[in-house]
C-alpha cells in the first residue's frame, strides 16, 4: 500500500470501532442477530474475503460466493449491513478485540467475595466520644478553677462578686440576638433563592440504568440515545426499542467483578435481572428471541416511566440544538461528568445566573461556524487580533427575549 511510509498517528481502537458498529447485532462471545465473532475471521477463505464481506456482503451473495450465501441463509436471509468506510487496518482492529474478549471469570468461592466486599470499620465514633469527652472535662476543670478561686477569696477575706447566670448575661444576650437576626434573614434569603432548584436531585429509576457502564465503559455515544440534542429543542428520552437494539444480544451483565452496580445508598445491584426488567417493558422474549404480540400482531410493550430530572420553569425556554449543534457545547458542561455516573443526578444549579455567567465567560466557537457569518465586525476584529475570543453575551446571550418569551 503507498501508505505504508508514513507514519502512524494511532492505532484503530478496536473495542470503540466494534460498539458503533458492530455491537447492534453481533456479540464476541454468543449468536444474537448475526454470529458470534470471536475467531470467526479464522473462518473465513481469506483475509481479503474477510474485507469484502464487511465492505459489502451483498455483493459476494450476488455474485454466488458459497460461504456468503450459507451464511446469509443460516441467518433467516438477514442482510448485513455494508461498511464501506471502515479501511482494512479498522477491520483488523475489531477482529483483534473480539479475538480477546475472554467469558466472564467463574465465582471462586465465597471466601475471596467475602474478603473483597468487607470495608474496613470507620473510626468516626471513637473520634467524636473522645472529642466530647475533652469537652465534659473542660467543663469539670472550668467549674473546679472558679470553685477553687472563690474559696481562695473567702479564705484571704476577699469578698466574691455574685456570680451572674450566662443566659442572664447582658452580652450573651445581645450577641445570642444578633447571630440569631443574621443566622434568620441568611436562612430565609437564601431559601427564597432557591426555591425550585433541584441541584443533585437524584430520583429513584424504574430500571437501574448505569450511565458510567454505557456512556463510560463501552463509550456508547451520548447521541446514540439523546438523537434530539443536537436537532431539535428537546434532548428525547430513548424509547425501550432504542435500548433493545443493543439488548437483544446483550441478555446479562457480566461487569460484576470489574464494576460492580451499587445504589447511592450502597445496595448492591443485579444488572442481569435489570436487563429482564427491560425485556417486561419491551415485551421481548430472550428465550424464543422475538416480540411478544397480541391476536391482532401488535408488539405487547410498556412505555418505561423514567423520572424526569432535569427540569426548567415554564417561563424559560431552552434549546439544547442551539447549544449542541451551534455552540458546540459539550454535554458535560451542564450534567457534569455523565459518564462517570451510575444514577444520574443534576449537577448544574441551573440557575439564572448559572445560565448567565456561561453566557459570558463561555467562548463561542465563532470561526467555522456559518451560524455566526453574519457577524462581519468580530470576524474581523478576531483576524486583525483586535480581539481573542466572543463570547455568547456579545451576541445577544443577554437579552431577557433569549430565554423569556
Not at 482492529?93 to 468487607?118: H, L, M, R
Not at 445566573?353 to 461556524?369: K, L, Y
Amino acid at each position: 500500500m503507498l501508505l505504508c511510509n508514513v507514519p502512524a498517528i494511532a492505532a484503530p481502537d478496536g473495542k470503540a470501532l466494534f460498539m458503533s458498529n458492530c455491537a447492534s447485532c453481533h456479540n464476541p462471545l454468543k449468536d444474537a442477530t448475526g454470529p458470534a465473532l470471536k475467531g470467526i475471521n479464522a473462518t473465513f477463505p481469506s483475509k481479503q474475503w474477510g474485507y469484502d464481506w464487511v465492505h459489502n456482503s451483498a455483493k459476494l451473495i450476488a455474485a454466488g460466493d458459497k460461504t456468503a450465501v450459507d451464511i446469509y441463509n443460516k441467518y433467516n436471509k438477514a442482510a448485513m449491513t455494508p461498511f464501506p468506510q471502515l479501511t482494512e487496518e479498522e477491520i483488523d482492529a475489531i477482529f483483534a478485540y473480539v479475538n480477546s474478549v475472554e467469558p466472564p471469570k467463574a465465582d471462586k468461592g465465597g471466601e475471596t467475595a467475602a474478603a473483597g466486599s468487607q470495608s474496613t470499620e470507620s473510626n468516626g465514633w471513637l473520634y467524636t466520644v473522645i472529642t466530647l469527652s475533652l469537652l465534659v472535662l473542660v467543663l469539670i476543670l472550668w467549674k473546679a478553677n472558679n470553685s477553687l478561686r472563690r474559696a481562695a477569696n473567702e479564705k484571704e477575706g476577699i469578698p466574691n462578686e455574685k456570680e451572674i447566670p450566662l443566659y442572664r448575661s447582658k452580652l450573651v444576650i445581645a450577641v445570642t440576638a444578633i447571630l440569631i437576626f443574621i443566622l434568620s434573614g441568611y436562612w430565609i434569603v437564601n431559601g427564597a433563592i432557591n426555591e425550585g432548584r433541584q441541584q443533585n436531585y437524584q430520583p429513584l429509576q424504574p430500571i437501574y440504568y448505569s450511565h458510567k457502564v454505557h456512556a463510560g465503559i463501552n463509550q456508547v455515544n451520548c447521541l446514540y440515545c439523546h438523537a434530539g440534542a443536537e436537532k431539535s429543542r428537546q434532548a428525547m428520552i430513548p424509547s425501550s426499542n432504542v435500548c433493545m437494539n443493543c439488548h437483544k444480544q446483550i441478555n446479562s451483565y457480566s461487569g460484576e467483578e470489574d464494576h460492580p452496580l451499587k445504589t447511592a445508598e450502597g445496595k448492591t445491584i443485579n444488572g442481569t435481572e435489570q436487563i429482564q426488567l427491560l425485556y417486561k417493558y419491551a415485551g421481548w422474549d430472550p428465550v424464543k428471541k422475538d416480540y411478544i404480540r397480541d391476536e391482532n400482531g401488535n408488539i405487547k410493550a410498556t412505555p418505561i416511566q423514567w423520572v424526569k430530572i432535569h427540569n426548567l420553569p415554564d417561563h424559560v425556554y431552552f434549546n439544547h440544538s442551539q447549544h449542541v449543534a451551534v455552540g458546540k457545547v459539550q454535554c458535560q458542561q451542564c450534567h457534569g461528568n455523565i459518564e462517570e455516573m451510575d444514577e444520574v443526578y443534576q449537577f448544574a444549579p441551573l440557575s439564572m445566573g448559572w445560565c448567565i455567567n456561561c453566557h459570558r465567560q463561555t467562548e463561542v466557537q465563532f470561526t467555522n461556524n456559518n451560524y455566526y457569518s453574519i457577524f462581519s465586525k468580530y470576524h474581523e476584529e478576531l483576524k486583525s487580533g483586535k480581539r481573542e475570543k466572543v463570547t455568547e453575551a456579545e451576541l445577544g446571550g443577554m437579552e431577557c427575549q433569549k430565554c423569556h418569551y
